[in-house]
Nanobody
Framework: QVQLVESGGGLVQAGGSLRLSCAAS????????MGWFRQAPGKEREFVAG????????YFADSVKGRFTISRDNAKNTVYLQVNSLKPEDTAVYYC????????????????WGQGTQVTVSS
């Protein structure tokens, strides 16, 4: 079973950028589709971005298209979320998740979750 640990969050001014990382342990990382979700205070968890096993297909929520980029390096067992042009409404805890099946916007195929990393965007 893969285990996930997020890092790279922090406090940034509006318009700034961060690179979030999700480090995976386990022997089968390259067999998992990966997703990023986020949860803001008082809000429900929402899909942010997803990527298939070899990185050839990516998916984004409409709210982040053109600003966020998801990528993976299977040799390093790591998936990344580059977040640019940050807005205060991007403030949330960002979670990495792994799915055995196809990548999806719905959280149900994701069987393993990281602990989350906090992103705070000041105005």
């Amino acid at each position: 079973q893969v285990q996930l640990v997020e890092s790279g969050g922090g406090l940034v001014q509006a318009g700034g950028s961060l690179r979030l990382s999700c480090a995976a342990s386990g022997r089968t990382f390259s067999s998992y589709a990966m997703g990023w979700f986020r949860q803001a205070p008082g809000k429900e968890r929402e899909f942010v971005a997803g990527i298939n096993t070899d990185g050839s297909r990516t998916y984004f929520a409409d709210s982040v298209k053109g600003r966020f980029t998801i990528s993976r390096d299977n040799a390093k067992n790591t998936v990344y979320l580059q977040v640019n042009s940050l807005k205060p409404e991007d403030t949330a805890v960002y979670y990495c998740a792994a799915a055995i099946g196809v990548v999806a916007r719905d959280p149900t195929p994701y069987h393993v979750w990281g602990q989350g990393t906090q992103v705070t965007v000041s105005s």
